[in-house]
């Protein structure tokens, strides 16, 4: 009996029933079919729409505006459903499609809230969701491609560098780009000088300028002095973030789980000749 009620399909049922269950009490009023009731809930959630939108208090007539807009659309709609055209509108089902899954989500993290254990395992399981990136200390000297005799110059100044000189005046903040990186991921060294002198920095040998590397700016000269490889972040220190994780792939989980046990009410037959038989097969019983 206890299995039978973890089953996902009965929570489904059950959150379900309660859904309808709720909308037939508060619709047992209704005057009739033809009805459009605008009661202090729905009044408040148009209300609330519009404020977020405006940020601001509406007048008379904005509320007479959005409530005409809103009639508008249960009007057309309600009469829409009548002509029955809902029927095999790919739009409608995909958007019923993804309510009946936000609703099994919600009923996921309903019923199944994350314990702090949950979590700690799932990270675990899955450490390679929140690994660090790779980070490098470095300092990196601009040669642009424009520059006559950019190589000359280039191979004088490594030179200067490694004999320990400072970096010369004219280089400091060439384009604007700082000279000095400090514990920077590769994703963000990416971002800034390109993928492929980002790729580079790890074949680069530790306290020696070496170069040119080549980036969407020119041609650099690069001196890492320290590089941390890719590791496990802290669980505490990222423990919403594991979280939503977690959440995201448990309601992955139960849409599917849940779409497994509801085909199971129907009976799938595939007429069509141009349909693979393997794959016709894979739906039967």
Same mark, same amino acid.
């Given at each position: ?30 005057? =009739? ?180 590397? %080549? ?29 939503? %994780?977690?959440?995201?792939?448990? %309601? ?19 007429? =069509? ?13």
């Amino acid at each position: 009996m206890r299995k039978f009620l973890k089953e996902p399909l009965v929570h489904f049922l059950f959150l379900g029933g309660l859904i309808f269950g709720y909308h037939y009490l508060v619709n047992t009023n209704s005057e =009739s079919e033809n009805a459009i009731v605008i009661d202090d809930t729905e009044y408040d959630y148009l209300l609330s729409l519009w404020k977020n939108q405006w940020k601001r208090e509406p007048n008379e007539q904005d509320i007479k505006a959005f409530l005409d807009q809103y009639l508008r659309q249960e009007v057309f709609y309600k009469e829409a459903l009548v002509l029955g055209l809902d029927h095999n509108d790919i739009i409608v089902k995909r958007r019923l499609a993804q309510k009946m899954e936000a609703v099994s989500n919600d009923l996921n993290a309903m019923l199944n809230p994350p314990t702090d254990n949950d979590l700690r395992e799932f990270y675990e399981t899955n450490d390679s969701l929140f690994l660090l990136p790779p980070t490098y200390s470095f300092k990196q000297v601009l040669f642009t491609n424009q520059e006559p005799n950019w190589q000359t110059e280039l191979q004088a100044t490594q030179k200067a560098l490694n004999d320990g000189q400072a970096i010369p005046t004219s280089r400091v903040l060439k384009l604007s780009i700082a000279n000095e990186w400090e514990n920077s991921p590769i994703n963000e060294i990416a971002k800034a000088f390109g993928g492929e002198f980002a790729s580079k920095l790890e074949s680069l040998p530790l306290n020696q300028w070496a170069g040119p590397i %080549e980036s969407g700016f020119g041609q650099h000269l690069v001196f890492i002095s320290e590089k941390r490889d890719s590791e496990l972040a802290d669980f505490e220190t990222i423990k919403s973030y594991v979280e939503k %994780e977690y959440e995201y792939q448990t %309601e992955l989980e139960m849409q599917e789980q849940v779409y497994q046990d509801l085909l199971e009410k129907y009976q799938v037959k595939i007429t =069509s000749n141009r349909v693979p038989e393997s794959i016709k097969k894979s739906y039967q019983p």
